[in-house]
């Protein structure tokens, strides 16, 4: 984004405008400015205007394009003055676009530049996937056997982890499928893979465990079928019905006498160096405000632009702020059969929020709205370039598995630990998350590196967020310097370095994206 | 139910055919009979036939209907001889039964003798409810302040809890609702009401306290807005995000420090003399098999009517599990208002299935199946005895609370994890499961007294397994045994008395029933 930054002193009234042809601007003081401010040689505030929130930088009249992004986030509902306020409630959201006739593989740009020599320690799988944490992972078919886990995973930690020094955590991959679900319906093709290639997940080395309960819908057999399984070494499954157990003990007992094999396998494995072209990474943002889309989602863009020229493997996600900007997607697709996946995706959610008698705007939070963001189109925008600018060259449906490099649009509902899940069941093995509200979001599985959106977030949380993208909104660093810092950091947490979440040991559930009814 | 139950001696081959009316009956024996068995002067099975599963009892031809619990389970898909195994492939499921023309209040049986003078030791509540544990629980708005709510809680065990030596205990109602979700679809209501009246629990003690993110879409005022707030000595919200909290030791203080004043007022609570009409019981089913429906339900149902007669509570729930017995419920509803809700939830579930492209017959596993269960109509008809025979006096929609006594429908999925979380919030304070396959099943908020259906369970799993009803398949005891035993066993457990899930701390995680999108 060619973004002004309006910062001729870190005390004066800042704005920041996205692109020349945008006629608001957004406020980037702390605290707001009061009606009354001036910007001289423009305009005099009329209202308050809180940050985050924007400014009409010239009058508008009723029904005219309101502009951010070079794009119509939509329309006045009534005359504005330059230097008003616009609050939500003067903008009428447009309609969705259409998903026929959109361009196609119209603005790809060439390949830039290989970014060669960067390295990181990882763990080299068989299967070629690297791993940025060694993770002993047991995984369930149904959530009857959660407590029995959760037990299990206790007494893993407190009397087996320590002989095993290699070994980062064990962790139980725990969820609410399997049954009392209708596990044949249309979509049900969803949860079931979505658990399966977690289970897969490059961190977990191939030596994921299974407990069953033994009557579940979810047979072992159906979450890891034949084929499906490069789990290695087996017998792999606990079930807990089975004959054998007679007593509570006797599961925990098997379970823990499965996870020493486990350890021992895993606790061979150790850091080598992998080339960054290894790294698998998620992105996504929460607690959005309308400085994600001015500082920590372009400087997350920037950096997967630097990790497509290295050959790594980027997701982006979050259909319901993408769905906005669809023809900026489908014209970056790497050719038609891509940019007709996109269409595929975003067709399907609008039929599935349809369905539930809602549409894209059930995005937007109040969190949102109090950061200045009106409506979910100016939300896409600012999410959407997380993206970078490179080609994009393939898409995902929810619960797959990546089978190639570089910038892929996984499709996602936003929602912070969907969003998470789906990217883990992909192959994540490192997680960017930006927020402007603030969030302490963590997954189990894979290290999250947190990107404060705003300065005053970073200095509260200082022990939470990771990196803070607030200095590109006063002007302190660009959104090169933040990029290349993000993307150094990256190679550090693959290494080994621990980010604020996994120093607090902070981690939130699982949570499956399951459009199909339970029972 | 009148059950014969062919028990003449402990090791010969034993049979139980549920109803004079019947054409089957299900093999008792451990193991199953071998083909040739003898049953003198009836007939010689002509195959192998499992434990729980059917025997002809006469000679079927092709089309003939297949009667158990006096109700056509479905057709012969071919002649069958007389003592052959009736192998789920050979039956052939019915339709629902159509939800016009149903009979009301048709059989409505007069009040039995009250039953006077049972106690239990429970704590009393300012709103006239009554607990049955002493729990300190910290509710959330969102899943994203779950990492921080565990850790609070473990600091919570650790430092504080034991200086309260009435409060049993402290739980994080951590769940996967609050944001990333169509908040204002049709359907929300279920989710944000179920969250709402779950924090209103009686074992809760008017003492909830709440952790709120700040930009969540399920505000603290819309989780418990005013009026619907009993919760006492306010302000009770802490929010992450604000200004206040410079670091992560800042949220977990903020916590800890209401936890405290929480704490100290539960810790006035005393257990007091209360009666057993007191009791709030939601019964239900999980991992069931064909004994299902012939021990541990029809002595739950006995204990249902027991408690009615007390004046209690019970809740029976699992809607795919009674639509094939609808007309047994209508016509045991107290007026007709009763019997047009049950059909209105009904007429409900049939639509989400249908929307999901599914029916009720998505609701059986194949656990279910190879316990004996044909289709669901076999496991409706014995799923529904665990609500006894008395008058139904009410119907809940899911999520709602309840505002009556007696026996009252919840209309809620029959997934044993969303039925509970759904009995948690209409204000449940014991738990009645039974199971045949076996689970461990166990819920954080209230305690979960498990029944096994078959000796065989009981006996491998005996420190699960609170109560073993597979005495009545072997003729060692009665159904009205079981029942008694029941009966008595809930008042010392409402007493304090601990479960086996309790002696384990095994609980599950509550899961939300939200038919809407997500975002
Ligand atoms: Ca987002
Ligand atoms: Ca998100
Ligand atoms: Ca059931
Ligand atoms: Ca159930
Ligand atoms: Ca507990």
């Known amino acids: ?36 401010t001036e910007f001289p040689g423009e305009f005099v505030l009329k209202n308050r205007v809180p940050q985050g929130h924007k400014i009409a930088l010239i009058a508008l009249s009723e029904g005219a394009p309101i502009i951010r992004y070079d794009v119509v986030i939509g329309y006045a509902v009534r005359a504005i003055e330059q230097g008003s306020w616009i609050e939500e409630s003067l903008v009428r959201m447009p309609p969705a676009r259409e998903l026929d006739g959109l361009p196609i593989s119209t603005r790809v740009l060439p390949p830039a530049a290989a970014l060669e020599g960067y390295t990181f320690q990882g763990y080299r799988n068989a299967d070629g996937s690297v791993a940025t944490r060694n993770i002993l992972a047991i995984t369930t078919t149904v959530q009857c056997v959660a407590g029995v886990v959760e037990h299990a995973v206790k007494r893993i930690k407190d009397e087996l982890l320590s002989q095993y020094p290699n070994v980062d955590d064990v962790i139980g991959l725990e969820h609410t499928y399997g049954c009392g679900v209708a596990i044949d319906a249309p979509n049900a ?61 006797s599961m925990i007992t098997a379970i823990m006498d499965m996870a020493k094999l486990r350890l021992q396998a895993l606790n061979l494995r150790t850091r080598e160096t992998c080339s960054a072209a290894d790294l698998v990474v998620g992105v996504q943002c929460g607690g959005s405000d309308a400085f994600s889309g001015v500082t920590a989602n372009p400087a997350v863009g920037y950096a997967t632009d630097l990790l497509v020229r290295a050959g790594a493997t980027v997701m982006f996600s979050e259909t319901t702020e993408v769905r906005d900007g669809i023809d900026q997607l489908t014209s970056r697709a790497i050719n038609a059969d891509v940019a007709n996946d996109m269409i595929r995706e975003m067709a399907w959610y609008d039929d599935y929020l349809k369905k539930g008698g809602v549409d894209r705007s059930a995005n937007t939070t109040p969190g949102n709205k109090k950061g200045g963001l009106a409506n979910i189109v100016e939300k896409a925008m600012g999410s959407i370039v997380k993206s970078g600018t490179s080609a994009i060259s393939g898409v995902l449906a929810p619960g797959e598995k990546l089978k190639q490099k570089g910038l892929i649009y996984a499709a996602t509902p936003a929602s912070d630990f969907i969003c998470g899940t789906l990217q883990l069941a992909a192959g994540m093995n490192l997680h960017i998350f930006t927020t402007g509200r603030g969030t302490p979001y963590g997954l189990a599985a894979v290290p999250v590196i947190k990107v404060a959106t705003r300065d005053d977030l970073a200095r509260r949380w200082h022990d939470l967020m990771d990196v803070n993208a607030g200095r590109i909104a006063t002007g302190e660093a660009t959104i090169e310097d933040v990029g290349w810092e993000l993307f150094k950091l990256m190679l550090e947490v693959a290494s080994g370095r621990k980010t604020w979440a996994e120093h607090w040991k902070l981690h939130n559930a699982l949570t499956l994206f399951n459009p199909a009814p339970v029972t």
């Open 1 to 36: 984004p060619s973004a002004v930054v309006q910062a001729v002193a870190r005390t004066g009234p800042l704005y920041i405008k996205m692109h020349d042809n945008d006629n608001v601007a957004i406020v980037v003081n702390d605290g707001g400015l009061p009606a009354g």
């Open 189 to 249: 093709n969803i949860p079931i893979r979505t658990l399966r290639n977690i289970s897969l997940n490059p961190n977990f080395g191939g030596q994921t465990m299974v407990v069953s309960l033994g009557c579940e819908k979810l047979q072992p057999s159906r979450l890891l079928p034949e084929g499906a399984i490069p789990i290695q070494n087996g017998p792999y499954i606990v079930t807990l019905q089975d004959d054998v157990h007679v007593g509570f003990e």
